[in-house]
């Protein structure tokens, strides 16, 4: 298990500022929700802690180390990403075998057989399912896919933007469960992008609130049924999500 820590992190896209001085602290072995409105800045977050936007400014560190100090294998090792869309982000002439062999390649590891086999087991799926394409299989389990393709190299932290949002509500559940026990079993760190406050009650230690770039309040789980939020958009945000879980 390693910790995130997040420190004077700005990011901007021309003149438009998308990010402002973010400090978060990420606890080893906790799951850390970022929630706010769409345009926030949330998934930027993660797409800097990955790399995947290398214009920041700012520091971001994995168990101590600088994400910008690590060699890509380094990298890629300690952090892996869930993306939103499981059927855009796995290749669609890809078999998953090809899908999740590719990391173990990459990085020279062997007894792939073996691997692919406990990854599968790890997310609920057949082994037989190796050999298929991914529009052979369904939206979850399409996203089992891409969570065994995260876990395949055995990383500390796991950054998850929205993973179940793109999927039916009754498949979200499932894979909300599999990444609470896969979490319990190998003692992951997560960060994960959600806009539901339901997603962070199921799955959160805590959460940060984000608005307009900034982090505005951070805040336990329970403030999301028990209120102790003291800012005022943080207040409003977990108001109306309580509304609209009543509502429906």
Not at 68 to 74: G, K, Q
Not at 101 to 112: C, D, T, V
Not at 156 to 164: G, K, Q, S, Y
Request: hydrophobic residues 40%; negative net charge; aromatic residues 4%.
């Amino acid at each position: 298990m390693k910790s995130v820590t997040i420190s004077d992190l700005c990011v901007s896209f021309g003149a438009l500022q998308v990010l402002h001085d973010i400090q978060l602290e990420v606890a080893a072995g906790e799951c850390f929700g970022l929630v706010g409105e769409s345009g926030s800045g949330k998934s930027t977050i993660l797409r800097c802690a990955a790399q995947l936007n290398q214009k920041w400014t700012g520091t971001v560190e994995i168990g101590g180390k600088s994400v910008r100090d690590m060699s890509v294998a380094e990298r890629c090792r300690a952090m892996q990403m869930v993306f939103q869309d499981p059927y855009g982000s796995l290749h669609p002439r890809h078999s998953i075998r090809t899908t999740l062999e590719e990391g173990l390649r990459i990085n020279g590891i062997g007894n792939r057989d073996a691997r692919l086999a406990q990854a599968m087991r790890d997310v609920g799926l057949p082994v037989e399912f190796l050999d298929r394409y991914p529009h052979q299989l369904s939206g979850g389990q399409r996203q089992r896919v891409a969570i065994a393709r995260a876990l395949i190299l055995e990383p500390d932290v796991l950054l998850l933007d929205e993973p179940t949002s793109a999927l039916d509500v009754s498949v979200q559940a499932e894979v909300l469960n599999l990444l609470v026990r896969l979490q319990k079993e190998k003692g992951f760190t997560y960060l994960m992008v959600s806009h539901d406050l339901a997603v962070v009650d199921h799955m959160c230690d805590r959460f940060a609130i984000m608005q307009h770039g900034r982090v505005v309040e951070v805040l336990p789980r329970e403030a999301i049924t028990q209120g102790g939020a003291t800012q005022p958009y943080a207040k409003e945000l977990i108001a109306a999500s309580l509304e609209y879980e009543h509502a429906v």
